[in-house]
């Protein structure tokens, strides 16, 4: 979807779908639409009077005009009581928005700037959120249906309309903003959409390499030899099983000054999860293609940050593999070596992302980084805790956890913190090995969190479960069914306010 700006009355654009906003607690037509509603008949007022049109959050009411206006259809958005109208709910109004106008078969469509009832709110944050709602409402993945199952056009271009000529500068940076973070979503839902017989740790890399190409970034891949004779044993452990190579995958954005320590990003890349041994139950198994969330929005997040031209450092890490059952498969009971001379039992195969974490955290501490952050579908666990609508966070740095907070709230994929502390650490002592890669029933999200905190060093560390927003069963303004990708504008959002800061 291309997105525009342009200064203009909305009574005099020409365009097949105009989208206007309404809150629940206006009685009257709002005095930015009077002049539309005044070329409607008062149409927009008698909707309002005969309760056809409320407001509630995200109904949306579709009207033609019949050439009264040079605008075909008017698209009335409900966004709720109005002072608790957030970026979020404008993000959200206009996934739906956007969902609503492609049933039209419109392939573009206006809409004012609206309103939200947050104080100091920019315009353009709120540009942002409306680009990042019509893109995110849009998401279709349709390359594996043949072409009389594809399902109707898509929406070519979206016009963010403004009186004030002086908004337009700030207006097209949050729009910028906003197709960027978009499509860091889109292409992690893209990547993990493809079967796992497609998507295997090899593509990942040809995808590294095709974004290191386009945004002239530095791209190193270690193979399976160089991962044993570093002492990968996380890594190498848990590919046994599978025919598929596994590879470590290390994507270097310099942005910043050289002398500034880099914010390194691991994302756990695992392209199909079957549990190895310790075999999965047969259903929903399927949705293990999606174990490799973490690595896809690690992966966009670099490549957002290139494509916004962010003054920071930023490396991401991939350890990609498959985890398999097979004649070679690593079993429960044997130990495993990992990068930073830990000796690690494993008692239950399924528990693999955290093995291949391990190592991808200790090699990120050899960038003496101001930060680290993981993201990974960790633990089910964190889906019983949270449900769907909050990613799990752990770490040990207050500074990068509050910035995480704040950018979570931003992009409306919000963190919620549980604790690391030492108490939990009994659970992983191991009678044969240092320790061992399950804690046991209780606080399954905390001791997988305990156990990456071993492989961090001193350096500042967070650590983002998101098994419990990554799939989808249901459709939702700004999310299609499968692949959610939440997390990936998270990662997007706090590079950018970390670009920004202050004290740079």
């Given at each position: 979807?291309?997105?525009?700006?342009k200064?203009?009355?909305?009574?005099k654009?020409?365009?097949?779908?105009?989208?206007?906003?309404g809150?629940?607690?206006?009685?009257?037509?709002?005095?930015?639409?009077?002049?539309?509603?005044?070329?409607?008949?008062?149409?927009?007022?008698?909707?309002r009077?005969?309760?056809?049109?409320?407001?509630?959050?995200?109904?949306?009411?579709?009207?033609?005009?019949?050439?009264?206006?040079?605008?075909?259809?008017?698209?009335?958005?409900?966004?709720?009581?109005?002072?608790?109208?957030?970026?979020?709910?404008?993000?959200?109004?206009?996934?739906?928005?956007?969902?609503?106008?492609?049933?039209?078969?419109?392939?573009?469509?206006?809409?004012?700037?609206?309103?939200?009832?947050?104080?100091?709110?920019?315009v353009?944050?709120?540009?942002?959120?409306?680009?990042?709602?019509a893109?995110?409402?849009?998401?279709?993945?349709?390359?594996?249906?043949?072409?009389?199952?594809?399902?109707?056009?898509?929406?070519?271009?979206?016009?963010?309309?403004?009186?004030?000529?002086?908004?337009?500068?700030?207006?097209?940076?949050?729009?910028?903003?906003?197709?960027?973070?978009?499509?860091?979503?889109?292409?992690?839902?893209?990547?993990?959409?493809?079967?796992?017989?497609?998507?295997?740790?090899?593509?990942?890399?040809?995808?590294?390499?095709?974004?290191?190409?386009?945004?002239?970034?530095?791209?190193?891949?270690?193979?399976?030899?160089?991962?044993?004779?570093?002492?990968?044993?996380?890594?190498?452990?848990v590919?046994?099983?599978?025919?598929?190579?596994?590879?470590?995958?290390?994507?270097?954005?310099a942005?910043?000054?050289?002398?500034?320590?880099?914010?390194?990003?691991?994302?756990?890349?695992?392209?199909?999860d079957s549990?190895?041994?310790?075999?999965?139950?047969?259903?929903?198994?399927?949705?293990?293609?999606?174990?490799?969330?973490?690595?896809?929005?690690?992966?966009?997040?670099?490549?957002?940050?290139?494509?916004?031209?962010?003054?920071?450092?930023v490396?991401?890490?991939?350890?990609?593999?498959?985890?398999?059952?097979?004649?070679?498969?690593?079993?429960p009971?044997?130990?495993?070596?990992?990068?930073?001379?830990?000796?690690?039992?494993?008692?239950?195969?399924?528990?693999?992302?955290?093995?291949?974490?391990?190592?991808?955290?200790?090699?990120?501490?050899?960038?003496?980084p101001?930060?680290?952050?993981?993201?990974?579908?960790?633990?089910?666990?964190?889906?019983?805790?949270?449900?769907?609508?909050?990613?799990?966070m752990?770490g040990?740095?207050d500074?990068?956890?509050?910035?995480?907070?704040?950018?979570?709230?931003?992009?409306?994929?919000?963190?919620?913190?549980?604790?690391?502390?030492d108490?939990?650490?009994?659970?992983?002592?191991?009678?044969?090995?240092?320790?061992?890669n399950?804690?046991?029933?209780g606080?399954?999200?905390?001791?997988?969190?305990?156990?990456?905190?071993?492989?961090?060093?001193?350096?500042?560390?967070?650590?983002?479960?998101?098994?419990?927003?990554?799939?989808?069963?249901?459709?939702?303004?700004?999310?299609?069914?499968?692949?959610?990708?939440?997390?990936?504008?998270?990662?997007?959002?706090?590079?950018?306010?970390?670009?920004?800061?202050?004290?740079?």
């Amino acid at each position: 979807m291309k997105c525009r700006v342009k200064e203009g009355d909305l009574t005099k654009e020409t365009t097949e779908v105009l989208v206007l906003g309404g809150c629940e607690d206006e009685h009257t037509v709002p005095r930015a639409c009077r002049e539309v509603d005044r070329a409607l008949n008062g149409q927009l007022h008698e909707l309002r009077t005969s309760g056809e049109f409320t407001g509630k959050t995200y109904q949306s009411v579709l009207i033609h005009t019949h050439g009264a206006l040079p605008a075909k259809r008017i698209l009335l958005m409900g966004l709720g009581k109005k002072k608790t109208v957030t970026l979020d709910r404008v993000r959200q109004a206009m996934g739906a928005a956007s969902k609503r106008i492609r049933q039209t078969g419109a392939s573009e469509f206006v809409a004012p700037v609206l309103e939200t009832g947050a104080a100091r709110t920019s315009v353009s944050d709120v540009a942002q959120a409306m680009v990042e709602g019509a893109i995110l409402g849009g998401y279709r993945f349709t390359q594996y249906r043949s072409e009389r199952e594809r399902p109707s056009r898509d929406i070519r271009t979206m016009t963010l309309l403004t009186t004030q000529a002086n908004q337009i500068r700030d207006m097209k940076a949050g729009v910028r903003r906003g197709e960027v973070s978009a499509s860091a979503t889109s292409l992690a839902r893209d990547l993990c959409n493809h079967p796992s017989n497609v998507m295997t740790p090899s593509r990942i890399v040809q995808e590294a390499r095709t974004i290191a190409r386009d945004c002239k970034l530095k791209l190193t891949v270690l193979g399976r030899k160089e991962q044993e004779r570093m002492g990968m044993g996380g890594m190498t452990g848990v590919s046994r099983g599978s025919q598929e190579p596994p590879q470590f995958i290390v994507l270097d954005y310099a942005g910043g000054r050289k002398t500034e320590r880099p914010l390194v990003l691991v994302g756990k890349t695992i392209t199909f999860d079957s549990g190895g041994i310790s075999l999965k139950p047969s259903e929903h198994m399927e949705q293990m293609k999606a174990d490799m969330t973490g690595g896809a929005e690690v992966l966009s997040a670099v490549r957002a940050a290139a494509q916004l031209r962010l003054p920071v450092n930023v490396v991401g890490i991939l350890p990609a593999a498959e985890n398999m059952p097979g004649g070679r498969a690593m079993r429960p009971g044997d130990i495993l070596h990992m990068l930073n001379g830990t000796t690690v039992e494993v008692q239950n195969t399924d528990a693999e992302g955290r093995l291949v974490l391990a190592d991808g955290l200790a090699y990120a501490t050899r960038f003496r980084p101001a930060g680290i952050i993981d993201v990974a579908t960790l633990t089910g666990a964190c889906i019983v805790a949270l449900g769907q609508f909050a990613i799990g966070m752990l770490g040990n740095d207050d500074r990068l956890k509050a910035a995480l907070r704040t950018a979570g709230e931003q992009a409306g994929e919000r963190v919620w913190e549980m604790p690391l502390w030492d108490d939990y650490a009994e659970q992983l002592k191991s009678d044969v090995a240092d320790m061992r890669n399950i804690g046991g029933r209780g606080g399954g999200m905390i001791t997988a969190g305990v156990f990456l905190s071993k492989f961090v060093g001193d350096c500042p560390w967070v650590h983002l479960d998101i098994a419990s927003t990554d799939w989808s069963l249901s459709e939702r303004p700004c999310i299609s069914k499968g692949p959610t990708a939440v997390g990936a504008r998270l990662l997007v959002q706090f590079l950018i306010n970390y670009a920004s800061r202050p004290e740079r």
